[in-house]
């Protein structure tokens, strides 16, 4: 990495993993692409980066980053002049009134520097008829303008917009690396191995959950169900309204974060995005718990096959209840079952479901 690079790295550091990204990104800061599309997992911190690239972009230090650079501080608060965040003009989509406004903002010269960015946090709510209103001007931006965009897969754009960015893929951060992030905010080691457990790879949702003493408990209760699942869809929907009652301290330390850091904004547009993230963060959450769950299924069937099994604190007895063959079939059934939820179905009912399979597995 050259010197440049390392300089402009010193805006990343307070990111917890993605180091391979971070690189990349300090190294095109010099030179960037005219678009960019950032991909991966809700709660990764993918919005987190891109607004970190947009102040390296603009750093009035040219990339010797400091806590004293306003430049940098201005875009974190959202009052850089040289930064248009574009937000969805509804509760679910951005639309075509945005597209044209951003194309117009898009033609405007710089205020203070050389380039202006586009950042468009939630791109995987444009409408079709948005994203084909920006395409020309994706495509052929004037010299100072970048777009930096936002979204879970390239799938949630049209391919004539994707195809013309940069793409840049953001995976889950591993166990050890979360936990070694949260220690260094202060966090004392269990909690932070605890937080770090239950995130599923997602530093946002880690540092939401990093103070809160419940986390061990949801794990727990998670790790429980296969002990507790009968055919009976009763007793299935009593298990997922426990589960549910399980996580409800966890969603609100989630929700007094994210009201938090827009304490000092209550427009319309800030709280419908509040809205979204927080529905997005609950359902990572119940996702993170069917992994938990999908983990002691597959622990039931290497255990049996002498290999090594990732949630040490279970009772080894218990893993030998269930058949390798069974364990195998229930842990692709839990994922089944987050690809359900990701279809937005109603989670209440999908784990009924689940959980009902599973009994009758048992």
Request: charge should be negative.
């Amino acid at each position: 990495m050259n010197l440049a690079a390392i300089g402009h790295l010193k805006v990343f550091s307070g990111v917890i993993g993605h180091e391979r990204v971070m690189s990349l990104l300090s190294n095109e800061i010099t030179q960037p692409a005219h678009a960019y599309l950032f991909v991966g997992p809700n709660g990764v911190g993918k919005a987190t980066v891109a607004r970190l690239f947009a102040a390296a972009l603009l750093c009035a230090d040219s990339g010797e980053h400091n806590e004293q650079c306003s430049s940098c501080r201005r875009v974190a608060s959202g009052n850089h002049p040289d930064v248009l965040a574009v937000e969805a003009d509804g509760a679910s989509s951005l639309g075509v009134d945005q597209a044209r406004s951003t194309i117009g903002s898009a033609n405007m010269t710089p205020v203070e520097g050389m380039r202006k960015i586009i950042l468009i946090a939630e791109a995987g709510l444009m409408t079709n008829s948005a994203a084909n209103a920006l395409l020309k001007t994706i495509e052929e931006p004037t010299a100072s303008t970048m777009f930096v965009m936002v979204a879970e897969s390239e799938n949630d754009l049209p391919a004539t917009v994707a195809s013309r960015c940069r793409t840049v893929q953001f995976g889950r951060v591993s166990e050890s690396d979360l936990q070694a992030g949260l220690e260094k905010t202060g966090l004392e080691v269990k909690q932070a191995q605890n937080a770090a457990r239950i995130s599923g790879g997602r530093p946002g949702l880690a540092l939401a959950l990093a103070t809160q003493p419940d986390v061990a408990t949801f794990r727990q209760a998670w790790l429980s169900v296969p002990s507790r699942v009968t055919p009976k869809p009763g007793e299935a929907f009593r298990l997922a309204e426990e589960l549910s009652l399980v996580s409800e301290p966890l969603m609100e330390a989630i929700r007094e974060r994210h009201e938090g850091e827009e304490s000092g904004s209550d427009t319309k547009a800030v709280r419908q995005r509040r809205e979204r993230e927080i529905k997005r963060a609950s359902q990572a959450l119940t996702i993170t718990g069917l992994e938990i769950l999908a983990s002691w299924y597959t622990d039931a069937a290497v255990a049996q096959f002498g290999g090594e099994i990732r949630n040490r604190d279970v009772n080894a007895v218990d893993l030998v209840l269930v058949r390798p063959a069974t364990a195998v079939r229930n842990a692709d059934m839990v994922l089944d079952t987050v690809t359900a939820l990701r279809a937005n179905q109603r989670q209440q009912l999908v784990l009924v479901d689940l959980f009902t399979h599973l009994g009758v597995s048992a």
